[in-house]
């Protein structure tokens, strides 16, 4: 099985969503 | 509660428990450190490495764009000091007692680990090569980014020097930017503390050590260490409690002066042709693979080399993002008026030029003395990393003299280190107040003594390595955060000035 760690898996999917919320943050409208 | 004293009481209370923690049980507090830095460096070691590489690269391209032409403060805004004073300053700031502590013990730390892999001299070309990665542009563009994006607000949109407030300029009045601005004012104060501690912890390992050598002793004992970390808590204290101005930027400026005469002594009296073979050839490596080494994550290989890997390479970048807060604010105080450009290339060509030749030099005498001489200093390496400095030291002429000057360089250094950071942490701790009081800075000088015993108690370099980086960890994101605000908002200014133009 390649089944990664669990706790690896979820650490790395909350810096997926922080890089997609810098994402966001640069192309959203300000103001 | 208003929103700084919130800031204020949630890292006073973490900051004291660590404290305490730490001096009552040092081993536990070492081993829970341990573990969350290795489970953080194993799932986001590629994190780190992109976010370092992307702060660089970020540098690059704005002091290489149009942005590069945008001043730091109103257009007509020109420096305060000369640009020769100004790299001396940043570089006494960001670096300080690790120089001195390092100088020889990384080169020859990382020989001892790549001579097992590979030919001792392409072994002594690899040690020199980490060793100037770990201090070089890398360093000094995480430096770079947050003081830019700190000088930048402050001075072209009169915000507090805090490291909320650009998120805050650019998104008022948002519920979210409250609560994230919040945790990033703490985790900031947070890591500075724990960083500028864990110096403190080197320093009085490094200056107990100088002192033991010139005792003649074999190794710093227990008292002796304390004494020192004593003397130097006693040292910082006044100074926060009078204004010394001027005087402290003195003394920075002698601790600075001390490390120029070190080196420019150990290159015309150590083996000159080597030495500058060693930092002409070292420079030449390094600024060739500067870019594809910050993506190396070296994953493909075995246990020993990712190990290495994570204890110096992410361990350092990490400790610099640490540091990031405070000298940030600290070279944007200097750099009003100066051009993205000119800021850029000054933070990150002058420092990192200097640290290649420093290491070059010291870390070209150690290399030597392992390839060609008694391979005394490998030896002293493996025994105490704090005391290999001065055994070199003793290897030259008028030792008695340069170990002297070495410990009151290294005493300094800490000593400036630590009255800036408690003024920094005073300033982030009561929202941004460039005038803190007495009360506030003596009470963050107080607390930074109490990591500093917990640092000096947990009894190794390794240890204080660990804790640091647990401190720092979170504030990597706060890192990109800023460098994205600050993307924003230079793009925002380039459209204004485009639609004025219209």
Partial sequence: ?31 | MTRSRTVLSASLVVIAAVGIWGIVDPESIVAGASAIVDQYFRSRGWFVMLSVSFMLILCIVLAASPYGAIRLGADDDRPEFSTVTWVAMLFAAGMGVGLLFWAVAEPLTHFTFAAELMDPPLAASQSLLATNFHWGFHAWAIYGTTALTIAYFAFRRGTPMLVSAPLEALFPEERWVRVVGWLSDFMAIVAIAIGVAGSIAMGVFQVADGVDVMLGGEAAAPWLVAVVFVVMVGCYLPPLMVDLGQGMSKLSDIAMAIALALVAYAIVLGPTAFVMNSIVSSFGEYVTVVIPRGFQTLSFFDGAVTEWFRSWTLTYMVWWIAWGPFVGVFIARISRGRTIREFVLGVLVGPTVFSIVWFGAFGGLGLFDALQGSGALLTATSENVGRVTFVLLELLPLSGLTTLATIVAAFLFIVTSVVSAAFVLAMFSSGGNPDPSTRLRLLWGGLLGLLGAAMVLSGSIDAVKKMIAVGALPFVFVSILLCVCLIRALAEERLGAADAHR
């Fill in chain 1, 1 to 31: 099985m390649l089944t990664g760690d669990v706790i690896d898996t979820v650490l790395n999917l909350t810096t997926f969503s922080f890089l997609a919320a810098m994402g966001w943050l640069l192309v959203r409208k300000g103001r």
